[in-house]
């Protein structure tokens, strides 16, 4: 199994409403999701080599309780152990006229140390996290975006991925490998990220540091799940929108302030991802708000949005994903600059076939 694309920030939560539920909305817009859990603390263990790897420790009954607690996002390094490869800008060049003065840096005893795989410094991160049965029911995944060397993930003594670094917002499956109950999880991570013959990939985002160095969370999605979310905008002119839209969105016009506004075409296209062992039909609900630093809830900043191409409704047949795809105009929308930093959500609502919000989720954007 392997980590698999994960749009950024598009978490699941119970309704619409839910994500509107405060007048006064935190910073960014960035609503907490009740199906997010955080790994913050985790129990380290830094080995020297392969060699000093302890026998067994991806099991459940490993005694790690003598480890070390660090925090996450972070690095080993900044955590206090080992130091990074990069301690000197001009390294390259450091270690030619060094090695002509037959000189040796803490760095060059890290490079000349670091030979093969075999005798790569790894951390080993154990942390455990306990899940309710209702929770159980939910597709369940162990996001990452930031883990420095290649890795392995182990979820109650099972093998569950060998990766390379990862350095955007990916997503692991664990769901069937816990249960509800005490469930623990181990990430061992070697300092480097090398390729299937052993060579280290040169990658200068870490400069030399190693680890879990961006959040590391589970996230609990729906069972019919709405993700890998596509948006496309094209300025659409007024000579294409109907004379009925343009009559509906010219009072908005009247009153908006002198910000550049337009017509946009937003085309959307995204993953219907079916986890159950049964054929679930459903439906997709779109809406569009202006993005607001406070929101009256009985005043929603919603955007008029006209001629929807198709309703997005659809089966998804047993444990299989299918994509699905509409467009519509949004009318008299802001465009961003940087003078005027209009920004939008888009709202999903899928419903099961009775009408009934399985889950909403929302993508924040802009026009420009």
């Not at 609503?31 to 830094?46: D, E, I, M």
């Not at 003598?66 to 152990?81: D, K, M, R, Y």
């Not at 029911?137 to 975006?145: D, I, P, V």
Request: proline content about 4%.
């Amino acid at each position: 199994m392997e980590f698999t694309y994960s749009n950024d920030g598009f978490l699941p939560y119970e309704s619409f409403d839910y994500i509107f539920n405060e007048r006064k909305m935190p910073e960014f817009g960035k609503v907490a999701s009740p199906y997010v859990k955080p790994l913050n603390t985790w129990r380290f263990y830094l080995a020297n080599g392969q060699s000093e790897v302890p026998f067994g420790v991806m099991n459940n009954s490993f005694d790690d309780s003598e480890w070390a607690l660090v925090n996450c996002p972070s690095t080993w390094q900044t955590e206090g152990f080992g130091l990074p490869q990069n301690l000197i800008y001009d390294y390259p060049i450091r270690l030619a006229e060094n090695a002509e003065r037959k000189e040796e840096t803490i760095s060059d005893k890290y490079v000349m140390k670091s030979v093969g795989s075999d005798d790569d410094e790894i951390g080993i991160y154990r942390t455990t996290v306990v899940f309710t049965s209702s929770e159980i029911e939910r597709a369940l995944y162990l996001e990452a975006s930031g883990i420095c060397g290649s890795f392995k993930v182990f979820i109650n003594d099972k093998l569950l991925c060998n990766s390379h670094a990862v350095f955007t917002r990916k997503r692991l499956l664990i769901s069937g490998l816990v249960k509800a109950g005490v469930n623990q999880i181990t990430i061992i991570v070697d300092r480097y990220d090398r390729d299937d013959s052993g060579h280290i990939i040169l990658d200068m985002m870490n400069y030399g540091f190693s680890g879990i160095f961006r959040p590391i969370m589970i996230v609990e999605d729906s069972l019919l799940e709405l993700s890998n979310l596509h948006l496309k905008l094209e300025y659409v002119p007024s000579a294409y929108i109907s004379e009925v839209a343009k009559m509906d969105a010219l009072a908005v016009r009247e009153t908006v302030s002198r910000v550049p506004h337009g017509d946009f075409m937003i085309k959307v296209d995204f993953a219907m991802r079916n986890h159950t062992n049964y054929m679930i039909p459903y439906s997709v609900r779109i809406s569009l708000l202006e993005a607001r630093a406070e929101y009256d809830p009985y005043k929603l900043p919603f955007v008029n949005i006209k001629g929807q191409s198709k309703p997005v409704v659809g089966v998804v047949d047993a444990l299989k994903e299918t994509r699905a795809s509409t467009d519509f105009i949004a009318l008299n929308v802001a465009q961003w600059s940087d003078c005027t930093p209009v920004q939008y959500d888009i709202i999903f609502e899928v419903m099961d076939s009775e009408g009934k919000v399985i889950c909403a989720k929302k993508k924040r954007f802009e026009d420009n």
